[in-house]
């Protein structure tokens, strides 16, 4: 698996945007970008994933740059819910154990009110 | 059912009893996972099953761990003779495969104590 690098640590003011940053220079063509979050003892909540396009769902927006090496996480409007961890990793889908997903540890994104 | 159940929620056993963890995943998901989280620690991989085809086990860490899965249903985590450090949360996920999968799903996971 690809590795990922996140910082270990992010602050933001609740109501404003999150912008974490992930490093993923070792990608593969078909490989994808996931992120995950983890809210203090539960288990990870998936939150949005892409190849290459950037994408958007209900959550957060999935910026990849155009050569793939790097994509931010946007949270357009932090709360206070949204403190957790945040995992950026990177998978392939073409089977076999592509399909592992490779935990790292993560950036602790704490939204302050 | 709607997500995937883990039970025990909780489970505190003594040092050198085997225990068994159960992961109930969302129906029709073909692949499942056993991780593992210390206290304070990122997830660690186990074991991965994939529909029919022979377990991922790379990621155990002795022979004390095992785990079994029938067809596409429930999957048992087992660990024999625990020792302290087998102490963690337990997470387990589920997922249809193929590309256009929307990730995994994981379940709220069992905390085991080794005392």
């Known amino acids: 698996d690809a590795k990922t690098t996140q910082p270990p640590s992010m602050d933001c003011a609740e109501g404003r945007a999150a912008n974490l940053p992930c490093n993923h220079s070792t990608i593969s063509g078909n490989e994808y970008v996931y992120w995950y979050r983890q809210i203090h003892s539960q288990g990870p909540q998936y939150i949005i994933h892409g190849l290459k396009n950037n994408e958007t769902n209900e959550m957060a927006s999935l910026i990849i740059t155009e050569d793939r090496k790097s994509s931010t996480l946007i949270l357009p409007h932090a709360t206070l819910r949204d403190t957790a961890v945040y995992y950026c990793i990177v998978r392939g889908n073409s089977g076999g154990s592509n399909y592992k997903l490779t935990f790292g540890k993560g950036t602790l994104l704490t939204v302050n009110p | 059912g709607a997500g995937v159940s883990q039970s025990p929620s909780n489970k505190v056993t003594e040092k050198g009893k085997d225990v068994e963890l159960r992961c109930d995943p969302i129906s029709g998901h073909t692949a499942l996972y056993w991780y593992r989280q210390r206290l304070g620690q990122g997830l660690e991989f186990l074991i991965y099953f994939q529909g029919n085809s022979a377990p991922d086990k790379s990621g155990l860490p002795s022979d004390r761990f095992s785990a079994e899965r029938t067809g596409e249903s429930v999957s048992t985590l087992t660990i024999q003779r625990t020792q302290q450090e087998d102490s963690a949360v337990y997470l387990c996920?589920?997922?249809?495969?193929?590309?256009?999968?929307?990730?995994?799903?994981f379940g709220s996971g069992t905390r085991l104590t080794v005392v």
């Open positions: 996920a589920s997922s249809l495969e193929g590309p256009g999968d929307y990730g995994y799903t």
